[in-house]
């Protein structure tokens, strides 16, 4: 058992992430997380789903992480006034968890911070959309979203507000800043602007279309929001898909990763006006997508997984152009690492900027990349390896620094990783015919997880269908939950011109947090 | 500094051919800079807004300045403010919590202006189409001058829906 409470009945969920579920009281969820966090473990992702058609009220769904796999626990709520005991006390992670959850459900908690979260003004204050009885029309509001920012107060402080659009190519977001000179006190994020209701869109699709709408939750991680809702279906069906499938997942998945940090390597070198850097890299990140589109159809490898396999072969003659783009890869970027390293100015403006304590980084729930730049040994590959990759012994990149530095630091060492399992993959990709055994039907009133590691971290999908099989809550949940919080800490007393060098060093999703 | 200049030997010029104009457009692509300077008397400026898209298509519009494609060497270039913009690219459905910055950054450009709507998502709702959340497509909200289709559209159809608004306002 992954973790001992008493009265906890914890029962295994099949699938390829090792995962167990149990229902608990509203006495049990703080002891529980307060346990689960107390021998280093974490909170991955926390929901609500309405059942009051099939059983007594709301159920809030937790699902905890320690070193024995994820565990899922249910609460169920009454139907009338919704509440549960704050967690945020013991994994700060959940307030804005906490807070989507009333916006989307109307599931209440006690936590300090009771302002909104995910609703600006799009649908009314007392109406709930992921609720089955929401009416879209009925709560339609024309005010304008008024959110109360902290005000920071003192001698000389002044704010400064960016976005919701910003300057460059991005997505929309808002960030207040507080300032003195050009130092920052404080900065406070403020997202929901891409909020465009993925969770209830999921509850009117077939599988099929829940695949594709998996895949652009966040498109920089398509495959990895694929894999994750595949392998969701995959555990409510009690179905493994054939070998050669999950092996062609995993080389999708790396060259999702291997693309992601040759952009971001990039654009590092330009926020600290290398431009030499960004020209290079993107060269080869765009080699890297034209094989992607000649091997495999899509640029980003969208719709290449879908439930029960993969769409996509890779064909003998692919085999020779992956192993000579990897040579042509490590043969450059290891050239371009040098460069970087030792360029003085470069790594003046990378050192010891936007820190954050490998303690702090504990506490918060710092995961993915950025967590192991800060000392977080958590990579999904290594320590819940799933098939294939409990036989390609991934090596974990971490270090300790925590700035900016460690950030580039870990993705140049990921990206030779990545294409040393790129490598490994090629040659022990067995043939094959079957790619795929089809799953068009889940079993009823059935629950299943599916977690992957992507480039950024963990992406979770927890898929919940009805009596009758089909989509009755899916959520999707990004790494840049935990990560987003953590990037207001990261910039506290840098100077304001190095918050997009801070920020592209984690290099978070908006879409795959506003949903 | 010589490994670097060793490196940019080494690489030469990446930048491929821009692609053939839309037969739409009636001018040739090498008087395109010069039809650009005449209309518009500096570079044309794009404002990009994500007005709620997955990001796919940001990755694009970002791919379309690397060095294959290398849209500013066409006089084409992206800026910071709608005020010195000349086009508007859209992407994404239009999120209800993006509307008003939308309507706000597109009354913010000077006349005359151009929208371009990039990807399925622009063109129609695309899979997130329209909801509680969700206004649906770009014309549902502003005008239209040219839509890309594609999820997300590849960089060359990104440049020739660009090329195709100006060749339509050039001819004006």
Known sequence: MPIIHPGLQLTPLHGAAPAWQGFIGQDDLQPICRSVCDSGGRLVALWGSDERA???????????????????????????????????????????????????????HNGTDQRQWLRHAAWRSGSFPLCKDFDAVQSRTDELDNYPFVQVAGHGVHEIAVGPVHA?????????????????????????????????????????????????????????????????????????????????RALFLERERIANHLGDLGFLGNDVAFSFGLTQFWILKEQVLRNNAALFEHRYLMDTICPGGVSVDLAESGKQILLEECAMLEREAHLLRNIYEEHASIQD???????????????????????????????????FACAPYDQLDVRIAVHHNGD?????????????????????????????????????????????????????????????????GNLARVHPHDPSWQNWPVLEHAIMNNVVPDFPLINKSFNLSYSGHDL | MYQILKQIIKTGI?????????????????????????????????????????????????????????????????????????????????????????????????????????????????????????????????PVDVVVKGCPPTPVAMMQGILAAMSHFIKE
């Open chain 1, 54 to 108: 099939s059983g007594p009220g709301f159920v809030l769904h937790l699902v905890l992480l320690n070193e024995t796999g994820l565990i899922c626990l249910h609460l169920p709520l009454s139907a009338v006034q919704p509440a549960y005991p704050d967690v945020s006390e013991i994994f700060p992670a959940a307030g804005r968890m906490q807070r989507a959850a009333y916006d989307l459900l109307g599931i209440a």
């Open chain 1, 168 to 248: 460059g190519i991005i997505e929309p977001g808002h960030f207040r800043f507080s300032v003195v000179g050009e130092k920052v006190l404080r900065l406070e994020e403020r997202f929901g602007y891409t909020h465009k209701g993925i969770e209830k869109r999921f509850e009117s699709m077939s599988l099929g279309q829940g695949a594709k709408l998996a895949g652009r939750v966040s498109g920089d991680s398509t495959v990895a929001y694929a894999w994750a809702y595949a392998m969701a279906t995959e555990s409510i069906a009690g179905t493994t898909p054939p070998d050669r499938a999950l092996w062609l």
């Open chain 1, 349 to 383: 403006r990378y050192m010891g900027t936007g820190y954050v304590a490998p303690k702090l980084a504990a506490q918060l729930g710092l995961c993915g990349l950025a967590g192991r730049a800060s000392s977080q040994v958590w990579d999904a590959r290594v320590q």
């Open chain 1, 404 to 468: 900016v530095a460690a950030r580039v630091i870990v993705r140049f060492d990921e990206l030779f990783e990545s294409l040393r399992l790129q490598r490994k993959i090629v040659s022990k990709l067995m043939p094959s015919d079957i790619l795929m055994l089809p799953l068009e039907k889940l079993p009823g009133n059935g629950f299943g997880l599916g977690l992957v590691e992507g480039w950024r971290g963990e992406v979770m999908v927890a898929i919940h269908t009805d009596a009758q």
């Open chain 2, 14 to 142: 990446k930048t491929e051919p821009a692609p053939q104009a839309n037969e739409a457009m009636r001018i040739q692509p090498q008087l395109l800079q010069q039809k650009i300077l005449d209309t518009f008397g500096h570079a044309l400026n794009i404002r990009l807004v994500d007005a709620g898209s997955c990001n796919g298509c940001e990755m694009e519009i970002n791919a379309v300045n690397n060095a294959y494609y290398n849209l500013e060497g066409l006089g084409i270039k992206f800026v910071a403010s709608p005020r010195h913009a000349d086009m508007l690219m859209v992407t994404g459905p239009v999120s209800r919590h993006m509307e008003v910055a939308l309507r706000r950054t597109f009354d913010a450009m000077p006349d005359p202006r151009l929208v371009v709507a990039i990807g399925d998502c622009a063109y129609d709702g695309g899979i997130f189409g329209e909801g509680y959340a969700s206004c649906g497509k770009v014309s549902n909200i502003i």
